[in-house]
């Protein structure tokens, strides 16, 4: 398992950016691919934006080209950097990381960090 600590939400304006932090601790082995999930309110959580330990990315279709993830491995910390915040970006952002194996529903979870747009 994989301890995992997030930082960097809040509130912002429509347009305006963020940058999550996600620190982890433990088993190299299950932190093959770490990345982001977000879940609005009232319903699932949907993912955001994952990397691997190469460096490989996949993102959610509402975020392309606006949101970024990347990985410092000697720190063992993503990060997603949020521009263009549009209202409907508002969530509770939750970082997973899990080895190669398994599912995200069977990784590891963060507590979840509160992004709220809006004027």
């Known amino acids: 398992q994989v301890q995992l600590v997030e930082s960097g939400g809040g509130l912002v304006q429509p347009g305006g950016s963020l940058r999550l932090s996600c620190a982890a601790s433990?088993?190299?082995?299950?932190?093959?691919?770490m990345g982001w999930y977000r879940q609005p309110p009232g319903k699932g959580r949907d993912l955001v934006a994952i990397?691997?330990?190469?460096?490989?990315?996949n993102y959610g279709d509402s975020v392309k080209g606006r949101f970024t993830i990347s990985r410092d491995n000697a720190k063992n910390t993503i990060y997603l950097q949020m521009n263009s915040l549009k209202p409907e970006d508002t969530a509770v952002y939750y970082c997973?990381?899990?080895?190669?194996?398994?599912?995200?529903?069977?990784?590891?979870w963060g507590q979840g960090t509160q992004v709220t747009v809006s004027s």
């Open positions: 990397i691997t330990s190469a460096g490989g990315t």
């Open positions: 997973n990381a899990r080895p190669f194996s398994v599912p995200s529903t069977r990784g590891s």
């Open positions: 433990g088993s190299s082995t299950s932190m093959d691919i």
